[in-house]
């Protein structure tokens, strides 16, 4: 009996340090990418505003051929959404809603993931005039990890593993509006 009462307190204590580091850690997290398009800025932010393009350029909309996409709103305007569904685990299921729109520099989204697992995050791309015939183009995305999850965020490097999709994408991007 008394063995298992030292393994209990030994477990007990281990628990402890681990909520106690977890409330330490830190809890957000932000992922940016960015590239140059060789086009004006207005043209390069007239294609991005629309969510029916994204899925020509997303590393994740390219990821299933199959995706199931829905859009309710005016597309490229405030309030816009599209949602999606995928069995392709990395996309899942999900949805963005365009909620600030200021013309020529930026667009902002809210993210709900509903699968493989619950979260929201937010999102922007925005767009800056490098000269007449160059964009700077920044993709960008944020978001919590709730306590005490956020003790596996240095371990799920979000930079490295959103990053690689943010570059593709943008990448991708750059080549569809170059062609």
Do not use: C, H
Not at 150 to 179: A, R, S
């Amino acid at each position: 009996m008394a063995i298992l009462k030292k393994i209990l307190i030994v477990l007990i204590l281990l628990f402890s340090i681990v909520l106690i580091t977890a409330y330490f850690m830190p809890k957000k997290y932000e992922v940016t990418r960015e590239i140059v398009i060789n086009k004006p800025v207005d043209s390069v932010f007239d294609y991005v505003k629309y969510l029916k393009n994204q899925n020509e350029f997303s590393a994740w909309g390219k990821a299933d051929p199959k995706i199931r996409l829905t859009y309710t709103g005016t597309d490229g305007a405030i309030g816009a959404i599209a949602s999606w569904e995928s069995k392709v685990k990395e996309v899942g299921v999900g949805e963005q809603e365009i909620v600030k729109v200021i013309a020529n520099q930026r667009i902002d989204y809210s993210l709900r993931f509903k699968e493989p697992f619950e979260d929201t995050a937010a999102a922007y791309i925005s767009t800056e005039n490098i000269d007449s015939n160059q964009t700077k183009v920044q993709w960008n995305i944020n978001g919590v990890i709730p306590y005490p999850m956020n003790i596996m965020l240095p371990m799920m490097n979000m930079d490295q593993m959103l990053g690689k999709d943010l570059q593709k994408g943008l990448e991708n991007l750059k080549t569809k509006l170059e062609e």
